[in-house]
């Protein structure tokens, strides 16, 4: 059996994109974990260049949603949620289906996603919804501060006595600082978030994405973020939503809800709006491209021992396009 993958990024936060639905049965949880630790390995010892993990497309279970994402981390780990992957698996399902808005159903929740106007030419983009948020430490998964419920721009001394931080899920586990330029390009940011990831530290024993938050001006923010489950990553969705939950609510004296944030990182450049419910519950908006690199076809049993003699692949051209697009960013 052969299996057919889309390679596909939003910000350089790459994946193998699988659609389960070209099986005739889906791959056991097993056999998904093995692809992803295979296929995602950089540096030449995986499926080409690798990727951060591997995003599975199936049915979805519920009549509201258009389909349903999984996410599995480089190291086989299942995520809850991924922002950029979330876009990427907008414009497939809305492609097939021939549909510019609908739902898609993810771990705790459906969430909305919309075709929008393209970033450049050849750079679709969509924008998806990044809920449910909390702040409370069961949820997240945190142990810190003497059980503290809430952590939010507080400093947590075992990791650092000057840098404060702030945990929330989106439903993904986040820990956000917000620093200057210097600590953002230096090395505590691997040191925290090598630590946090560790599978031994008591904090977190589940593990935690860490972001360095960089205010730019006004609306405008860098997140650099070190992922669970993967390492250093050229962006993270969900990292850049909640960075800017945490912008709006510690910056109140210049920003506001349902403002555009403009997101740099290391791959790119999204957008967010932050917004809060009726209910008083905060919601974003994640607004960025959607990316088709190649596609990839290999033969399953090859795949899954780690053969990839027999891949064969198309490059759609679209990253030369996405290129261009970065580099008008830098030279703007
Ligand atoms: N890159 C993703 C987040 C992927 C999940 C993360 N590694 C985790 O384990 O929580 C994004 O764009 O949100």
């Not at 193998?16 to 974990?33: G, K, N």
């Not at 519920?62 to 907008?90: F, Q, Y």
């Not at 957008?271 to 990839?296: C, P, R, S």
Request: with cysteine.
């Amino acid at each position: 059996m052969v299996v057919k993958m889309i390679k596909v990024h939003g910000s350089g936060n790459d994946f193998y994109l699988l659609d389960q639905t070209q099986f005739p049965e889906p791959l056991t949880d097993a056999q998904l974990q093995q692809l992803a630790i295979n296929i995602c390995k950089r540096e030449g010892a995986g499926l080409y260049e690798g990727a951060d993990g591997v995003l599975v497309v199936d049915k979805s279970e519920h009549p509201s949603a258009l389909g349903r994402m999984r996410v599995i981390n480089a190291d086989g780990t299942e995520a809850s949620m991924c922002g950029n992957g979330l876009r990427t698996v907008a414009r497939y399902l809305g492609t097939q289906n021939s549909q510019d808005a609908f739902r898609v159903q993810t771990m705790y929740a459906d969430l909305k996603v919309q075709a929008v106007a393209d970033f450049a030419d050849h750079v679709p983009a969509f924008s998806v919804e990044i809920s449910p948020v909390s702040f409370d430490a069961q949820t997240i998964g945190m142990h810190a501060n003497h059980d503290a419920q809430t952590i939010i721009n507080e400093t947590i001394p075992e990791l650092s006595t000057t840098l404060k931080f702030s945990a929330v899920s989106v439903p993904n586990p986040h820990l956000i600082a917000f620093v200057d330029h210097e600590t953002l390009v230096g090395p505590e940011l691997g040191r925290i978030g090598k630590w946090m990831n560790d599978g031994k530290n008591s904090i977190f024993p589940d593990g935690v994405n860490v972001s360095f938050v960089e205010v730019l001006g006004q609306n405008s923010i860098f997140v650099r973020t070190f992922e669970r489950g993967v390492g250093f990553t050229n962006a993270c969705g969900t990292a850049m939503s909640a960075s800017s939950l945490m912008y709006v609510l510690l910056h109140q004296e210049s920003t506001d809800f349902n403002q555009e944030i403009h997101v740099t990182n290391p791959g790119g450049m999204v957008k967010t709006i932050v917004h809060q419910g009726a209910d008083e519950e905060y919601w974003m908006e994640l607004i960025g491209n959607a990316t088709f690199v190649k596609i990839v076809s290999l033969p399953l049993d090859s795949a899954l021992a780690a053969d990839y003699s027999q891949a064969s692949v198309t490059v759609t051209g679209e990253q030369a396009a996405y290129a261009n697009f970065v580099g008008s960013l830098t030279t703007a």
